[in-house]
């Protein structure tokens, strides 16, 4: 037990700097984040063989508290990756891991499915992480506005063309010494259907009970999106609904979002870490907007716009690497 605490503490030496957002059942001092002090009472809980049992600490609630506990504690600190920019401006990235999927219109998108929607396998050979909501303007100011404190709206950053983004994730890089950039159209759908936590992940057309949410972690469009019918027509503080399976919110709906690809047609030919073609008019968005019909709002939905565009309806959402 000492010997696996030993090697525990070496991985929280990295882990350490990045708190997570609070989760329940890893929050066990319940301040908000699971970080190094949930680490730290957990691993002197597991020590104090006589210490009474308390369901806190029972992270996988088996009736024990034990190493098991502490590697799921491990696993959720790594999930979450927490970059601080300034004056308490931070952005949560979270961990989606490689794998094979459909990409495109499988079965439970139904009639609204398109004809640029073809569904074809994709596979993803490297884990990446993708920003938990869009640019909001807090962090738009936060990054390219250093001469005043960070404004205070949490709605989306929008009336930003594709260049404005690439400009935005340069000075970001300067600032943190990481590499942000957009997410590839590929990386943007396997996130919005929930990457290997999705409902989707084992789809099997002739099996409904493998079928994926139509939206981003529901079949319901209002639990997860701000559209046409439920926005008042404007844009909304992120994270107010739903997130999907893997703690994504407003992967649908609110406002479009920038990806890196230039938009083509898809084909029924399977694909290995998809970038789209070398050139083209419009680069690809995805998601949808709280301008437009339920449709549209669906996690295969597609359309491209001129990089040079800038309006209320479209904003971006980061993505990096993992390491």
């Given at each position: 037990?000492?010997?696996?605490?030993?090697?525990?503490?070496?991985?929280?030496?990295?882990?350490?700097?990045?708190?997570?957002?609070?989760?329940?059942?890893?929050?066990?001092?319940?301040?908000?984040?699971?970080?190094?002090?949930?680490?730290?009472?957990?691993?002197?809980?597991?020590?104090?063989?006589?210490?009474?049992?308390?369901?806190?600490?029972?992270?996988?609630?088996?009736?024990?508290?034990?190493?098991?506990?502490?590697?799921?504690?491990?696993?959720?600190?790594?999930?979450?990756?927490?970059?601080?920019?300034?004056?308490?401006?931070?952005?949560?990235?979270?961990?989606?891991?490689?794998?094979?999927?459909?990409?495109?219109?499988?079965?439970?998108?139904?009639?609204?499915?398109?004809?640029?929607?073809?569904?074809?396998?994709?596979?993803?050979?490297?884990?990446?992480?993708?920003?938990?909501?869009?640019?909001?303007?807090?962090?738009?100011?936060?990054?390219?506005?250093?001469?005043?404190a960070p404004v205070a709206s949490?709605?989306?950053?929008?009336?930003?063309?594709?260049?404005?983004?690439?400009?935005?994730?340069?000075?970001?890089?300067?600032?943190?010494?990481?590499?942000?950039?957009?997410?590839?159209?590929?990386?943007?759908?396997?996130?919005?259907?929930?990457?290997?936590?999705?409902?989707?992940?084992?789809?099997?057309?002739?099996?409904?009970?493998?079928?994926?949410?139509?939206?981003?972690?529901?079949?319901?469009?209002d639990e997860v999106a701000w559209?046409?019918?439920?926005?008042?027509?404007?844009?909304?503080?992120?994270?107010?609904?739903?997130?999907?399976?893997?703690?994504?919110?407003?992967?649908?709906?609110?406002?479009?979002?920038?990806?890196?690809?230039?938009?083509?047609?898809?084909?029924?030919?399977?694909?290995?870490?998809?970038?789209?073609?070398?050139?083209?008019?419009?680069?690809?968005?995805?998601?949808?907007?709280?301008?437009?019909?339920?449709?549209?709002?669906?996690?295969?939905?597609?359309?491209?716009?001129?990089?040079?565009?800038?309006?209320?309806?479209?904003?971006?959402?980061?993505?990096?690497?993992?390491?």
């Amino acid at each position: 037990m000492k010997k696996l605490l030993i090697e525990c503490l070496l991985l929280l030496a990295v882990l350490i700097a990045c708190p997570c957002a609070g989760a329940a059942g890893f929050d066990i001092n319940t301040d908000g984040n699971v970080d190094s002090l949930d680490y730290r009472l957990l691993s002197e809980r597991i020590l104090d063989k006589n210490a009474a049992y308390e369901a806190r600490f029972d992270i996988d609630g088996n009736g024990t508290v034990d190493a098991v506990d502490l590697n799921r504690l491990i696993r959720e600190m790594n999930r979450v990756l927490v970059v601080p920019v300034r004056d308490g401006v931070v952005i949560r990235m979270i961990m989606v891991e490689s794998g094979t999927f459909i990409l495109g219109a499988t079965k439970e998108q139904g009639a609204d499915a398109t004809t640029d929607e073809v569904a074809h396998n994709v596979t993803l050979t490297k884990d990446y992480r993708i920003a938990e909501t869009v640019v909001t303007e807090q962090l738009w100011s936060a990054v390219m506005d250093t001469t005043a404190a960070p404004v205070a709206s949490l709605k989306p950053k929008v009336r930003i063309t594709w260049h404005d983004c690439k400009a935005f994730v340069t000075e970001l890089n300067k600032r943190t010494g990481l590499t942000f950039r957009l997410p590839t159209e590929a990386e943007w759908e396997f996130a919005a259907r929930g990457g290997r936590l999705g409902r989707g992940y084992h789809y099997n057309p002739k099996d409904t009970a493998s079928w994926g949410y139509k939206y981003a972690g529901s079949d319901n469009v209002d639990e997860v999106a701000w559209h046409r019918w439920n926005s008042d027509l404007e844009a909304h503080t992120v994270a107010l609904k739903k997130p999907n399976e893997l703690g994504l919110y407003d992967m649908n709906g609110n406002v479009y979002e920038w990806c890196e690809d230039w938009f083509a047609l898809f084909t029924t030919a399977a694909a290995t870490n998809p970038k789209g073609p070398a050139t083209g008019v419009g680069r690809v968005i995805r998601g949808g907007s709280y301008t437009t019909e339920q449709n549209y709002c669906r996690v295969t939905s597609r359309s491209g716009y001129q990089p040079g565009s800038c309006v209320s309806t479209l904003g971006f959402r980061l993505a990096m690497d993992a390491k």
